[in-house]
């Protein structure tokens, strides 16, 4: 159990970061410092089907991860609440927007948004606006637990970078360093993944 739970984390992880840098390099002039991710797979980008699906496998990797951690954390309910969240958000979340990918140019505010959209903004506004606290809920509990893995200090971490770079991104969503604020924020929340998903490679104390 502890082994799959590393290869769903891991995995889900992997797939999301390859393919946002992979969708970027598909495109002349595409610039990942003012450019959102979902730019690079958005309506009317040459194969951008290709890429959609496999957002939506890695949003399939990390739901399931999301939703089977908490059994390596017993009597954790604020944990285990986390974990449940970043596979709603994060993980169903990442699903959502690669099923529904917002219109050329991903225009936050749009005069006339197609449904597809409209989902794709709410469920990217959503994922920001919680999963970083997901993050720290679980740092704050795993601490407060006295834990002697390292999973406190890098879900505190972690969590405040996203955080931080979350309102960064709200206070000035058409300013020209969104894309690297996005990343920013993806790279914080990935990076925790891949430290979690190690965390059942061997045992630790919970």
Known sequence: MRFMLFL??????FLFLTTSI????????????SQFISESYATGIPN?????????VSGVLLASFGFLAPIGFPGRIITKVCFVLFALFYGVGTIVTGYF???LGCVLDPINPSISQLAHNTMGFLTY???????????????????????????????????AFVVFLFGNPEGPFIGLFQRIIEGSILGWTFFC???FLKPFKI
Not at 8 to 13: K, P, V
Not at 22 to 33: E, R, S, T
Not at 134 to 157: A, M, N, Y
């Open 101 to 103: 990918p917002c219109d």
């Open 8 to 13: 769903l984390g891991f995995l889900g992880a």
């Open 48 to 56: 951008a089907t290709n890429l959609q699906k496999v957002f939506m």
């Open 129 to 163: 606006a919680v999963v970083p606290f997901c993050l720290l809920g679980i740092g704050f509990e795993s601490k407060k637990r006295g834990d002697t893995s390292k999973l406190p200090l890098v879900s505190l971490i972690c969590g405040s970078v996203a955080l």
């Open 22 to 33: 992979w969708g970027g390099l598909q495109i002349d002039g595409y610039d990942p410092i």
């Open 197 to 199: 998903a190690t965390l």
